[in-house]
């Protein structure tokens, strides 16, 4: 017995540091196992779930819940410890006296109730959280990334941006500190009735008749017992707490429905598309209908121009036709198939190809911009190709490590100009080469000889895609195949640039400063 206790007492430290580092493993390994879930949830929604802010804000949820769900296992286990040491204390002095037995047993109650409450107070407050993080999160990046945080410093504008990321964290902080200030009332009124409870059975053990020893025994084990009550209590409140991040995880874990990972090892961003039919789409926002009755077609190998004034519905068209918006009313045919329904999250993603006027510019090396979005593999040739049809492949070869090299100067690679940026972006369009490309101002940050090298090569290879063009300069549209005027959320005009100009209307209006 007495080598059986030095065993136990030898070894009680270093089994005890080796399951804490256990349990800080086991931990991290969760915590990057649930934000991968999210991680992968958001790479499986589509570009209109990703427009909705409730849907972004449930996603910051889930990322940030992680931080309290991987924890769950390790209390798990501190819970069922301290259960079963209270249970065992509780028999133990139930063999001396039943009453007695059954107040330390009770002891449980209150912590847990109270860590219950705390949780019903965070499933209502830690969503109005995330909110606020995802806010100053946002804000704080304009304050450490590179050129936002230049632009800001030249407006003088820094310090305000500071004050509107602190307003949010300040929201978020309050907030929290509302579910702290319940966590600790609640924890002092449990602390008050567990005082009570351990006190009554004191008095009951004393005014029981047990012997001197009997009762000096279950003294010095009703204080051990404290910690383990103590433990117990904490572990059921770290859990309980967990439970509605842990919802906020299952809420964007069933988004996930294989879509992302369908597409992959199937090129299928090659396809090609045959007929394109737009009929009587209407979109509206709230009441305001902004988009109303569109109708047009193309076939493949046709250029087509949407043009209009600023606010005339052509970009609600293209986000409408992209599934960004949901329209009223009509419908989008591709190849003679709705574009909604059932598959149409991957079928308008491997279909669409998008350049906007607020390109993004991903400071990752030149060939990781070029493959994004792109499934199945692709060759250096194949890289080199795309560049060339954007009129950035000169730029790249110049550059010390061509294909490989990083860019953005805060991460100590190359800075790129505006319209460098703007042609990096065309040619990842190039290389996932779709059926239908939709390019709104694909040239409005270039030079004038560059633009026309983009253009030429446009028309020169349309021959396997429809193509798309928003744009507000006349000679772009002169090599068009049919343009669509529109005014007022209506198509107004249809025709060639001849055509259209011949006819002296709303076209001619709006080109008129441009064609004098």
């Known amino acids: 017995m007495a080598l059986a206790l ?77 259960v079963s040491t209270a249970c065992l204390l509780a028999g133990t002095i139930m063999t001396q006296n039943l009453a007695a037995g059954i107040l330390i047993l009770l002891t449980m109650l209150p912590i847990m109730i109270a860590f219950s409450v705390v949780a019903a107070a965070e499933r ?96 010095v084990g009703v204080i051990a017992g404290l910690h383990a009550v103590r433990s117990t209590g904490y572990a059921f409140g770290v859990l309980m707490i967990a439970v509605p991040r842990a919802d906020a995880v299952d809420k964007v874990r069933g988004w996930i429905d294989g879509t992302t990972s369908a597409a992959q090892g199937d090129d299928a961003s090659s396809r090609t598309v045959d007929q394109l039919d737009v009929s009587g789409l209407s979109v509206a926002y709230g009441q305001n209908l902004v988009v109303t009755d569109v109708s047009f077609s193309a076939r493949r190998g ?23 918006v949901e329209p009223s009313a009509g419908r989008v045919l591709i190849d003679g198939r709705p574009a909604d329904g059932r598959g149409s999250r991957s079928r308008r993603r491997d279909t669409f190809g998008l350049l906007t006027q607020e390109f993004g510019r991903y400071e990752l090396t030149i060939r990781q911009n070029l493959l994004l979005g792109t499934t199945g593999s692709r060759t250096d040739d194949q890289m080199w190709a795309a560049l060339r049809a954007a009129g950035v492949a000169a730029a790249v070869a110049d550059m010390p490590d061509g294909l490989d090299q990083q860019l953005g100067p805060q991460w100590g690679g190359v800075g790129l100009s ?39 090569e446009l028309h020169r290879n349309r021959a396997n895609r429809i193509t798309i063009v928003v744009s507000h300069r006349a000679w772009t549209l002169s090599a068009m195949d049919r343009i669509h005027v529109f005014d007022s959320g209506r198509i107004v005009e249809s025709g060639t640039y001849r055509e259209l100009l011949g006819a002296g209307e709303r076209f001619s209006e709006l080109f008129a400063s441009q064609l004098r």
């Open 418 to 456: 505006g319209g460098q940026w703007q042609r990096l972006a065309l040619a990842r369009v190039h290389l996932r080469n779709p059926g239908i490309w939709v390019l709104d101002e694909p040239t409005s940050s270039v030079d004038a000889e560059t633009e026309e090298l983009i253009f030429d």
């Open 6 to 82: 030095a065993a136990a007492v030898g070894l009680g430290v270093p089994l005890g540091q080796i399951a804490n580092a256990a349990g800080q493993l086991l931990s991290l390994r969760l915590q990057e196992h649930y934000r991968a879930v999210v991680l992968d949830a958001a790479a499986g929604c589509a570009p209109g779930d990703l427009a909705d802010p409730v849907t972004v804000a449930e996603l910051q949820a889930g990322y940030e819940a992680a931080d309290a769900v991987d924890k769950v296992p390790v209390e798990a286990v501190k819970l069922l410890t301290g």
């Open 124 to 219: 209502g407050g830690w969503p109005t959280v995330a909110r606020e993080n995802r806010r100053a999160s946002y804000l704080r990046e304009f304050l450490l990334q590179q050129r936002p945080a230049t632009e800001l410093a030249t407006m003088g504008a820094s310090a305000q941006m500071a004050g509107l990321t602190a307003v949010r964290r300040r929201r978020a902080a309050m907030i929290l500190g509302g579910l702290i200030k319940t966590a600790m009332r609640a924890e002092v009124l449990a602390g008050a009735v567990i005082a009570a409870l351990f006190g009554s059975a004191l008095l009951v053990l004393l005014t029981s008749g047990a012997g001197a020893a009997v009762t000096a025994a279950a003294v």
């Open 302 to 324: 046709e250029l087509i121009a949407l043009v209009g004034a600023n606010g005339a519905g052509k970009t609600t068209t293209i986000n409408a036709l992209l599934g960004l």
